[in-house]
């Protein structure tokens, strides 16, 4: 268990208000990620980070930002809720492999937020 | 580019059958991870198992088995004697270690298995 959290579990909001989710993970896992899964499309990726204050853009950047001030959390905000923001988030942790033949990273996921824009 | 496909939208087997998800990849690297998640009704995304390139040998655990080909690009997965509690979505994932390690996945396979 790679004791990842995410906050809020469920949250519904109106167009317009701004959000944050929060990812935590309590083992100092370099690299998190925020990704979305909305029906037909599976998960894609909106933000990652790979370090404190390191982040990049994923494939569905837009309308998002991300903060990552402490090695533990991982924040994904979203400036002005849309409804084509209504979705399911995910947040993931991954290690970087020491050994390719080694068989101790796996790829851990939060437990998802459920997030409904009106 | 990466890209992971899985074709198969959604399968529906009866049960105690035998079942095979495909999952075709393309990457640019030499070095690369390979996944299978399996996302039951219950929405959360549950690890089957991780398989780097340098090792093709196929890999079984109890009722479940991969067969990995770098020759054909796919890392396809069978349930055996399928269960009802393998009605689950399965996602096919790659990721590229040394370049950012961002997983990409596939866009999912439904599985129904029915009574």
């Known amino acids: 268990d790679a004791g990842i959290t995410q906050s809020p579990r469920h949250k519904v909001t109106e167009t317009g208000t701004p959000v944050t989710l929060r990812c935590h993970q309590t083992e100092n896992h370099r690299y998190m990620y925020w990704y979305r899964q909305d029906p037909g499309h599976g998960l894609r990726l909106i933000h990652y980070?790979?370090?404190?204050?390191?982040?990049d853009k994923g494939e569905v950047s837009d309308g998002y930002s991300v903060s990552r001030s402490k090695t533990e959390d991982f924040l994904l905000t979203l400036e002005s809720a849309t409804s084509s923001q209504t979705s399911v988030y995910f947040c993931?942790?991954?290690?970087?492999?020491?050994?390719?033949?080694?068989?101790?990273?796996?790829?851990?996921f939060g437990p998802g937020t459920r997030l409904t824009v009106l | 580019a990466q890209k992971v496909t899985q074709a198969q939208t959604e399968i529906s087997v009866v049960e105690k059958e035998d079942v095979t998800l495909d999952c075709v990849y393309e990457t640019r690297d030499t070095t690369y991870y390979l996944f299978w998640y399996k996302q039951p009704p219950s929405g959360e995304l549950v690890f089957l198992i991780r398989r780097n390139s340098f090792d093709e040998q196929n890999e079984i655990s109890g009722r479940y088995s991969w067969n990995f080909q770098k020759s054909t690009s796919s890392f396809n997965f069978t349930i055996t004697a399928s269960q009802v509690v393998d009605s689950a979505v399965y996602f096919c994932?790659?990721?590229?270690?040394?370049?950012?390690?961002?997983?990409?996945f596939g866009k999912g396979t439904r599985l129904h298995i029915l009574p």
């Open positions: 993931a942790i991954s290690v970087l492999p020491q050994e390719l033949a080694g068989d101790d990273n796996e790829q851990f």
């Open positions: 980070s790979y370090g404190v204050k390191d982040t």
């Open positions: 994932a790659l990721s590229e270690p040394f370049r950012d390690d961002k997983i990409i």
